[in-house]
């Protein structure tokens, strides 16, 4: 898995389908969105309560290998409602951009990917997290997400909008498709 890879071989770009001014007729390079989603340190996820209405909930993610990886607890809404509809979205706001990713979340099984997932916890947020049985263990947690185990989510980007608000950045929006 690497870390800079995009989510997939074949994305399509475009920029806003209403009128914007000349200099955006382009689209913003996937690598622009891509960095700030790696690098941004607080995320909103937005995931589907039984019930219908929408369930947002701050979360910590690590971007690896063209998907953002997030965690819950099993005992925790975020994730109930992810195991019962992964469909979510989640945003991400960067000082030149806001970010919005919509997409599928699933369970992560595989116990390599488990370790490169908790590799990439341990370096960018310095939580000691460890797997055991198919799940992250760790001395803490947030405060509101309740004792290990962690379940770890990948959610795979179906659609990104970007929305920069640097005029000197680029293009004012773009959606990029995957």
Not at 139 to 149: D, I, K, S, V, W
């Amino acid at each position: 898995m690497s870390r800079s890879a995009g989510p997939g071989a074949s994305c399509r770009c475009h920029a806003a389908p209403w009128p914007v001014p000349a200099r955006d007729a382009q689209t913003l390079p996937w690598a622009e969105a891509r960095e700030r989603i790696s690098q941004a340190r607080w995320y909103w996820l937005g995931t589907i309560h039984p019930s219908g209405r929408p369930h947002v909930r701050p979360v910590l993610a690590v971007w690896v290998g063209g998907a953002l990886y997030t965690t819950s607890s099993p005992q925790a809404r975020k994730g109930r409602n992810l195991d019962r509809d992964g469909r979510c979205t989640v945003t991400v706001t960067a000082d030149d951009m806001h970010l919005v990713l919509e997409g599928d979340a699933s369970k992560v099984t595989d116990p390599a990917a488990l370790e490169i997932v908790a590799e990439a916890y341990r370096a960018k947020y310095d939580w000691p997290v460890t797997v055991i049985n198919g799940a992250f263990d760790a001395t803490y947690g947030a405060p509101t997400a309740g004792l290990p185990p962690y379940q770890p989510y990948q959610v795979r980007p179906a659609t990104v909008f970007g929305f920069v608000n640097d005029p000197a950045l680029g293009p004012s929006s773009t959606r990029w498709q995957f």
